[in-house]
């Protein structure tokens, strides 16, 4: 069994971790470099065949979605007047 140090500091973490063994992730530069990548499902594949057509189709839908004019609550909740 370990000994344990003392908390003198009053520091809980003193004991608790010891970070005197820690090396550096030698995976983290791998990371950086990494593109997104998104998978699709197999029939959408011939539907959008390379990266460009993917993007023009999401641009469309994000640009649709910011043109989408906003109903405000008030007018939604008021009932259509039929006519007699």
Do not use: H, Q
Not at 1 to 29: A, C, H, Q, T
Not at 37 to 52: G, H, Q, S
């Amino acid at each position: 069994m370990k000994s344990k140090r003392l908390n003198i500091d009053g520091d809980p973490l003193d004991r608790e971790v010891d970070f005197s063994k820690g090396r550096p992730n030698p995976y983290w530069l791998g990371v950086v470099d990494r593109t997104c990548v998104r998978l699709i499902d197999k029939d959408l594949v011939d539907l959008f065949p390379d990266n460009e057509s993917v993007n023009a189709a999401l641009r469309t839908v994000a640009d649709a979605a910011k043109r989408a004019k906003k109903i405000s609550a008030r007018r939604a909740s008021i009932p259509k007047k039929r006519p007699r």
